[in-house]
């Protein structure tokens, strides 16, 4: 029994070494914009400034698009 458990572990492990890089998910799927919008949302204090901090961050976004639109090149 101890055997078959043995060989059973080193057989999955063989098999998870051989996977495909595209078939193992290293790398997050979330933009960091994405992962501060989840913790303003949550229920943590202090949440609430995260939530601030990204509507000041749009609003300074969108007043520079403003002004290079209005500048000549």
Not at 29 to 47: C, E, F, N, Y
Request: glycine share 6%; proline share 5%.
């Amino acid at each position: 029994m101890r055997r078959a458990s043995a060989l059973l572990a080193i057989s999955v492990a063989l098999l998870s070494s051989c996977m495909k890089p595209e078939e193992r998910n290293d790398r997050d799927t979330m933009t960091q914009r994405q992962k501060d919008s989840v913790l303003g949302q949550s229920g943590i204090p202090g949440a609430q400034g995260v939530t601030k901090a990204l509507r000041a961050s749009d609003s300074a976004k969108a007043h520079q698009a403003q002004v290079d639109s209005v500048t000549p090149p």
